[in-house]
């Protein structure tokens, strides 16, 4: 869900090799026109995205290697070239062998290089929702780089909710979906407690100046840290801070990283205030592979949402990741060692006929 998640892991294990480089082609589709929910309207909405592989065409012209992967809040695209996801599943002879398929990796309107408040609109800013998002992606892939089919999209957290918004606003555009770390319910409970506390400590900050301020306020730094520590679980925590030593040491590293925009912040965690997938649950067709983990804060197993929502749905299969050492809490979602053998066979079970 959180960027700061990948710091919680790198406080954990240390990566003594270098990041391998990818061929990834970058771009900017300018969605003309972009109307959102609220009726706001933007003349020029800007979705970054990276790619890696080729589109290939079936007679018909249609798409049939395409996969989306989406980002959860906060973070970007940049998140799956890391060696835990891309080195995991894009190279030779990998689950999603760039060779072999059409890599999309979107930043969603609010994240990096796409459109965003602090581009210089601050405030002013449209209010945006998982369903404008998904719209934007949607334009993205038809009309800038025009991809008709996704043979699968894969979401983790924020992106695993938009999974859900994908199978029930486009249902005929995708084979499969694989949602990560996420519940196919509005966002209530603790989940939407942590958020409005992120929320309000930003926008209630006097240095806040209702989104005007020239200077980033304090309350920023406090919400970034707080989205991390709601990532992890108590064993790793607790691996990597065993004394009050270690532990006031890896704090500081925690909140030494770049502070991003506060408008960028309470926008991001907000947007989900239109995520709603629970009354068409039903109706979705698209075979399904949902992986919760046991250790999720975010999503704890305990509240059985997940598991029971899905029962609606036949096509749909649901995994409960067990708590183990290898686990990172809310952010095994992108930890693709765990869980790319689930992949190979799903993709596999869902081979469209030829």
């Given at each position: 869900m ?14 003594a ?5 990818w ?9 003309r ?9 933007m003349?020029?909405l800007r ?8 589109a ?14 989406l ?5 970007a695209?940049?998140t ?16 999603l062998d ?9 930043d ?8 965003k ?18 719209e ?5 892939l ?15 957290s924020?992106?695993?909710m938009?999974?859900y918004v ?15 770390a996420?519940q196919?319910q ?15 400590a ?8 209702g989104?005007?301020y ?47 925009d ?8 907000d ?5 709603d ?14 992986i ?14 997940t ?10 299969r ?6 183990t050492a ?12 765990l ?15 030829k």
């Amino acid at each position: 869900m959180i960027s700061r998640l990948v710091l919680v892991s790198a406080l954990v294990t240390v990566f003594a090799a270098a990041q391998k480089t990818w061929p990834v082609t970058e771009g900017d589709a300018h969605l003309r026109d972009f109307h959102f929910q609220t009726g706001a309207t933007m003349p020029d909405l800007r979705i970054h995205y990276r790619t890696l592989g080729t589109a290939q065409r079936d007679p018909s012209g249609t798409v049939r290697n395409a996969v989306l992967i989406l980002h959860g809040t906060g973070g970007a695209g940049t998140t799956f070239l890391r060696d835990i996801f891309a080195g995991e599943l894009f190279g030779a002879g990998q689950p999603l062998d760039a060779a072999k398929y059409y890599l999309i990796l979107p930043d969603g309107i609010g994240h990096g290089k796409s459109s965003k408040p602090s581009d210089g609109m601050h405030a002013q800013f449209p209010r945006y929702g998982y369903t404008d998002m998904v719209e934007a992606q949607y334009r993205m892939l038809t009309e800038h780089l025009h991809v008709n089919h996704l043979r699968i999209i894969i979401g983790t957290s924020m992106g695993c909710m938009h999974d859900y918004v994908w199978m029930e606003r486009h249902p005929d555009f995708l084979d499969a979906a694989m949602p990560l770390a996420c519940q196919p319910q509005q966002i209530a409970g603790r989940n939407l407690l942590w958020r409005q506390t992120v929320i309000h400590a930003i926008r209630d900050d006097a240095a806040f100046d209702g989104g005007n301020y020239k200077e980033n306020p304090p309350s920023a730094k406090i919400a970034t840290d707080m989205m991390a520590f709601m990532g992890g679980n108590p064993l790793t925590w607790q691996k990597a801070s065993p004394t009050r030593e270690k532990g006031l040491e890896n704090f500081a590293k925690l909140t030494a990283t770049n502070v991003d925009d506060a408008n960028d912040i309470a926008y991001a965690v907000d947007a989900s205030w239109d995520y709603d997938p629970e009354p068409g649950l039903a109706k979705i067709h698209t075979p399904i592979l949902h992986i919760n983990f046991s250790d999720d804060t975010i999503n704890p197993p305990e509240l059985k949402i997940t598991p029971e929502l899905l029962k609606q749905v036949p096509s749909a299969r649901f995994i409960l990741y067990p708590y183990t050492a290898e686990t990172r809490g809310h952010g095994s979602h992108t930890l693709a060692a765990l869980w790319k053998d689930k992949l190979v066979e799903f993709l596999k079970a869902t081979e469209p006929a030829k």
